[in-house]
Structures are given as C-alpha cells and as structure tokens.
C-alpha cells in the first residue's frame, strides 16, 4: 500500500525558516516525480514544487526563489526547504506523487498526481 508521510510542518515567524519532508513507502518511487501542493484558508489547492527522478524542478510562482526542492531517489524522500516565510504562506502543506515516470505538461495541476499525502500543517505568524 501506497503511503507518503510529511514532517517539518509547525509554527514559524515571519522572515524564519522551514523544512519539509516526505518519505514514499510502498512500492519505490525513485522513478516518479515527487512534488508539493499547499492550501491556504479559504484558497484554493495551489501548486508549490515538483522535482524528476533526475532532478529537474519547478517551482510555483508562489515560491518566488525563497523554496529549495530536493530529492534523495535512495530513501525516496523529498525536502523542502522554506526561507523568508511570510504569513501568505501559511498553509496546509501535501506532498504528492505522479505515477508517470516524467514531469508532464499540467505539472502544475493536482489532477496530474495520483498519491497524495495526509498533509502538515505551516503556520507563519509572530
């Protein structure tokens, strides 16, 4: 059985940092990309990050280069690293899996990933 659990989630304050991270247990996923989601209060699913097996990134217009996404295919694990948080990116946050082997054009879709995470939880606030 597919299972993808997130740590690193808590409180933060403006301008700090956080880490996040998910491990893929169940059938290996070093081949698929891995990625995350985020959902604010009252907004809707919003594309964060996604990474290939062979590290190629995107990133979400949401990340403004302050998010780092990196990958370790051996412990099927991703982590994403979190700089000058600000309140805006308070947000339950979800790590996802494609079961295609490749970064697809709708990368930035939730549609596009099969294996979602139950999520954890960022607050940002002073």
């Known amino acids: 059985q597919v299972q993808l659990v997130e740590s690193g989630g808590g409180l933060v304050q403006p301008g700090g940092s956080l880490t996040l991270s998910c491990t893929a247990s169940?059938?290996?996923?070093?081949?698929?990309?891995m990625g995350w989601f985020r959902q604010g209060p009252g907004k809707e699913r919003e594309f964060v990050s996604v990474i290939s097996r062979y590290g190629g990134k995107f990133y979400g217009d949401c990340t403004k280069g302050r998010f780092t996404l990196t990958r370790d295919n051996a412990r099927n694990t991703v982590h994403l690293q979190m700089d000058s948080l600000t309140p805006d990116d308070t947000a339950v946050y979800y790590c996802?899996?494609?079961?295609?082997?490749?970064?697809?054009?709708?990368?930035?879709?939730?549609?596009?990933?099969?294996?979602w995470g139950q999520g954890t939880q960022v607050t940002v606030s002073s």
């Open positions: 169940g059938p290996a996923f070093s081949e698929n990309p």
């Open positions: 996802v899996v494609d079961q295609r082997s490749y970064v697809g054009n709708d990368y930035s879709n939730p549609s596009a990933y099969t294996y």
